[in-house]
């Protein structure tokens, strides 16, 4: 069966790929900054380049299509993450919408996660299309062998 295509779902998720993507290029211009704040919460040195990496190839699969199931939960995962370890300061309302924020962004992902099976994306169903296998094996005349 084929797999639908549709637009909406399309542009939906390139648009949740943006804001990670402009999240993974924040974290690695301002490096230095983000690298100080995330060991100053507890975390070790070593999840900052982890973390820049899994935002960046999810968030580029997310917007090609390509594995969006798997590139959505382990966004949503971070999400999570990220708002716990990092964003649990009530006392600054900022971080209180930075967790809100962070927790809406799963649940986006999860629904996107659940629905991905029914949807695929533009630029791989166009990448399909054209590489179509043959429906005789090779060797094999059209008249039936």
Avoid at 13 to 31: T, W
Avoid at 89 to 99: M, W
Wanted: contains cysteine.
């Amino acid at each position: 069966m084929d797999r639908v295509i549709n637009p909406v779902m399309t542009f939906a998720r390139v648009l949740l790929a943006l804001l990670f993507l402009m999240a993974g290029a924040s974290m690695i211009d301002q490096y230095a900054i983000t690298h100080v704040y995330v060991v100053a919460m507890g975390l070790p040195d070593a999840v900052l380049p982890l973390v820049i990496a899994i935002v960046v190839v999810s968030a580029l699969a997310l917007m090609t299509g390509y594995k969006v199931r798997w590139a959505a939960v382990m966004l949503a995962a971070l999400s999570l993450a990220s708002a716990v370890l990092l964003h649990l300061d009530f006392g600054d309302p900022s971080q209180g919408i930075l967790f809100i924020r962070n927790l809406l962004v799963s649940g986006v992902l999860l629904v996107l996660a659940a629905a991905d099976s029914d949807h695929e994306s533009l630029l791989l169903s166009r990448l399909k299309s054209t590489t179509r296998l043959r429906k005789t094996p090779p060797g094999c005349c059209q008249a039936g062998c």
